[in-house]
């Protein structure tokens, strides 16, 4: 429980199910619209909008909420567990294909790669260390 | 039961080879001794014995209705020539081909177009305009014995152009090809250094010359000229086939589909090989052996097994989308559909089709062996990044 930081958890759900929700409502105009709604089954924009708006998201909650540079990468990958939870939930919502699993761990690394990039753009300007400070 | 399945693909895929490959296209018409000799057989006529060791399997010269299906899901054939020039030939929504003969440039050379005025088939009048850039154009009436194809189209386009044909006077049919009067023979079909074949639904073929040189096959040395197909969907290679001209041996891999070889040694009830492959053959019965293996399977050749749930499944299945029918591509993952991750897929929903898997055998590993290879071949295929060692298992 050392590493949990529950405001990021809830606010990667909420932004992932946030880049849902507007995959669903423009599938068919912005992101072609050929299968079903999820952000790894179009030709890469959908991937992109939800790796920008975690990234947002993780942006923020380091900003916000950590304390020093090590706080800052925690809350990235905080970020990124809460929307890993939110994708696996939206996943079995959809309907899990055959491959399910790859796909998860797909989503996982796009979820870590954009909010730890964040995190981590964050912790260069937070002190090194708060207990140091 | 594997080793049946596998037995029966085999003898199917060698009858495949057989049935198809019934043409050289010389496309020569039927002499009349010949006619009148099927004439006469066809009233009071013994039953004749069939020599062993005589070429049966084929009619010289003419193609089977297979081959000709197979053809006219062409939708455009590009042949490259050893002297850079391109012939591009497409087929019309009318039936009707178009050639396109540029240079190493893409200069425009000519255009070459066939349009039928009678009914298809052989014996169907055919008009034919070649427009070169430089020199008259030429309209002409197809010969009749010829039943035009998309090769054929590019061949006799190509001809025309290095036979610098100056009018209708000076040409002369030659097996099937119009040339100029008093050129030497030589065989057109043989020239394309490569030939693309592209196809419905996706699927094309190319096939490159290449020379084999001390290629071991297992207890043979394979040398020689090489026609090398290879299969592509979609942009993505999934398959190829070897011609070794010389040995006489046709190899085969489309992995998840089908794998084999004939050399002429399998077929000496036939005579050995009743035609020679080329390219336009090579390519066509590459992609036949995908297109009619996965037809098969798709229209429930290979039953869908699909247990009864348990009721913890029942339970699951109350909150989670059951999706028992396999997309095509990959699953959840269409991102990477046109990637190399997407043979990965494919081979995974081959595997799944085949032995009756859901994604329930994802964490159920224990209930299907065969189904919990289909996820390791998927998991080592992604972490390969598009490679599987081994589809014996399909």
Redesign the interface.
């Known amino acids: 429980m050392k590493y949990l930081r529950w405001r990021g958890v809830v606010l990667g759900a909420a932004a992932f199910l946030a880049a849902h929700a507007v995959l669903v409502a423009k599938w068919a105009t912005w992101f072609g619209g050929q299968w079903e709604p999820w952000f790894l089954n179009d030709s890469g924009r959908a991937v992109a909008l939800t790796a920008a708006i975690l990234f947002v998201a993780a942006l923020a909650a380091s900003l916000l909420w950590a304390l020093d540079r090590g706080d800052a990468i925690v809350h990235g990958v905080n970020v990124a567990a809460g929307a890993a939870a939110a994708m696996i939930g939206v996943l079995l919502a959809v309907g899990p294909g055959t491959i399910f699993p790859i796909v998860i761990v797909g989503g996982i690394v796009i979820a870590l790669a954009s909010t730890v990039a964040a995190s981590v753009l964050v912790a260069a300007f937070k002190p090194r260390s708060a207990r140091s400070a | 039961m594997t080793t049946i399945l596998r037995r029966m693909l085999w003898l199917a895929s060698v009858a495949a080879v057989l049935w198809l490959g019934i043409w050289r296209p010389q496309a020569a018409a039927t002499p009349r001794s010949q006619a009148a000799t099927t004439s006469q057989t066809r009233t009071n006529a013994p039953v004749r014995t069939a020599p062993a060791g005589h070429r049966v399997g084929a009619t010289p010269g003419q193609k089977g209705a297979t081959d000709y299906w197979l053809e006219s899901q062409t939708t455009r054939l590009t042949a490259r020539y050893d002297d850079a020039t391109v012939a591009v030939g497409q087929r019309g929504t009318d039936g009707n081909f178009e050639t396109k003969l540029t240079d190493r440039g893409g200069v425009e050379l000519g255009r070459f177009t066939v349009s039928r005025v009678g009914p298809e088939g052989t014996g169907g009048e055919t008009v034919l305009h070649y427009a070169p850039q430089a020199g008259d154009p030429l309209h002409v009436y197809g010969d009749q014995s010829v039943r035009p194809t998309l090769a054929w189209a590019n061949a006799q386009a190509y001809t025309l152009l290095k036979d610098g044909a100056a009018g209708v006077a000076s040409l002369e049919w030659q097996n099937g090809i119009m040339r100029r009067r008093g050129t030497v023979r030589r065989d057109v079909n043989r020239q394309p250094s490569e030939l693309h074949t592209e196809w419905a639904g996706g699927l094309s073929a190319r096939t490159l010359r290449k020379s084999a040189v001390n290629l071991k096959w297992g207890n043979r040395v394979l040398n020689g000229d090489v026609l090398a197909s290879r299969l592509m969907r979609d942009g993505v290679q999934i398959g190829a086939a070897n011609w070794f001209a010389k040995d006489q041996v046709l190899l085969w891999d489309i992995p998840g589909v089908t794998s084999g070889s004939l050399t002429a040694a399998e077929l000496t009830s036939f005579g050995g090989w009743p035609f020679a492959p080329d390219a336009e053959w090579l390519n066509l019965q590459t992609i036949a052996f995908y297109h009619f293996k996965t037809a098969i399977d798709k229209q429930g050749a290979v039953a869908r097994r699909q247990p009864e749930p348990s009721s913890p499944n029942r339970v699951l299945d109350f909150?989670?989308?059951?999706?028992l029918a396999?997309?095509a591509g990959?699953?959840?993952?269409?991102?990477?559909d046109?990637t190399v991750l997407r043979f990965c897929?494919d081979v995974?929903?081959l595997c799944?089709e085949k032995y009756g898997?859901?994604?329930r055998s994802?964490w159920r590993w224990w209930s299907s062996w065969t189904c919990t290879a289909c996820?390791y071949g998927?998991?080592r295929c992604?972490s390969g990044g598009g490679y599987i060692p081994s589809y014996r298992y399909i």
């Open positions: 909150f989670v989308t059951p999706v396999n997309e990959c699953d959840g993952l269409h991102w990477l046109g897929c995974h929903d799944y898997c859901d994604y994802w996820n998927a998991v992604f």
